[in-house]
């Protein structure tokens, strides 16, 4: 009789969605992909013991997250950092006061 670790193969879809909370899933995003690509993703899935959207899910959102980050942040060395606060500090040229003074133009309504 085989004993726990002596069973080898994919362990079935147990049925049993994720358990975090979240929002509803609304939306539907439908993917062209090799009949390889799927295979190999059911697998994983199924490894895991989640579903395919789970699983797709759970890989996919962070590393948009990521990417999102990576994107969005600005990274300054000390020297870099010490120039833009110089910039940022410097007395406003005559130019930039006037257009602080200046009312937008969207504000107004036309004649």
Do not use: C
């Amino acid at each position: 009789m085989p004993r726990a670790l002596d069973v080898y193969g994919k362990r079935p879809y147990t049925g049993v969605m994720s358990t975090t909370a979240e929002a509803p899933r609304e939306a539907r995003f439908d993917l062209r992909m090799s009949r390889e690509a799927r295979a190999l993703l059911d697998e994983a899935a199924a490894i895991n013991g989640v579903s395919l959207t789970d699983y797709v899910l759970s890989k996919v959102v962070p590393a948009a997250r990521h990417d999102l980050l990576e994107a969005r942040t600005i990274r300054l060395g000390r020297q870099a950092w010490d120039e833009f606060v110089a910039i940022l500090d410097k007395p406003d040229d005559e130019r930039l006061a006037a257009l602080r003074t200046h009312a937008a133009a969207w504000g107004q309504r036309r004649a």
